[in-house]
């Protein structure tokens, strides 16, 4: 027979939950929430971030964004651009770099390794190498070799400014979606890829049939996190290319960087703030919807 668990024990138990999980809702609360719920009160206002005086306009911010604000329009033109072309590069190499790099051994746990270097460095000091390599090194590049594609203006001009920022985004991220990759490969059971491969299946058809839906744990999770990166670039932008040249790499944090330190309209940019919250939230709600009906339990 149980015996039944006197209130007061419980009241001590809810205490002791209590007391253990306050202090990190009141970090969330803190850093998180209230920021978000004061950036949806100033974006009724005209505020220079400064004066203890704000004038209140209403859903003004909201309809200058989308109406007279030509830079923000091309900075969520360049995010969605990157994202899309970002999302679809990194995860195939990714996949392709992980599926040799799966097995057990020496020489796999060393290119793993080797890939995921660059990911713990930080985004700022590989950008201001970067800088460096296609400033003065490609022109040193240029003298020793001779090639033509040393000699362009990489950092110059609109569309080789968008495949540098693209090219330097990918090599430092890599290696981290290989490892979730890996991790995803590895937790294959062996049993279902004996039984396939006894029937027959092989190579590209044995990936896509076999490995690709046991793995849309880890493709779930790659996709959601490369996308939120994507969306939030910002980092690469200020050591790289400051938005240049003429705005042509501005993404749309970049610009709410500069409408609010730059400009100093605050309200504006906490308006822009909120609507890029509102359409990442709608977009990863649909990613996440769509990729979970796609996995595969094992």
Known sequence: ???????????????????????????????????????????LFDWNGLSRSMTFVGIDNFIRIFTIDAQFMKAIQFTIRFAAFYIVIVNILAVIIALPLSKSGLVSQIGRSCFYIPNIISLIAVSLVWRFLFGPGFDALADLTGLEIFKWSWLGTSTLAFYSVLILTVWQSVGFYMIIYVAGIIGIPQDIVEAAEIDGSRGIGHFFRITLPLIMPSVTVCIFTSLIGALKLFDVVLAFTKGGPGGSTATVAWNIYQEAFSKYRFGVATAKSVVFFAAVLVITVIQLTFFKKREVEI
């Open 1 to 43: 027979m149980f015996l039944k668990r006197k209130p007061h024990a419980r009241l001590v138990n809810g205490l002791d939950f209590a007391m253990f999980t306050f202090p990190a809702l009141a970090v969330v609360l803190i850093t998180t929430n209230i920021p978000f719920v004061m950036s949806i009160y100033y974006s």
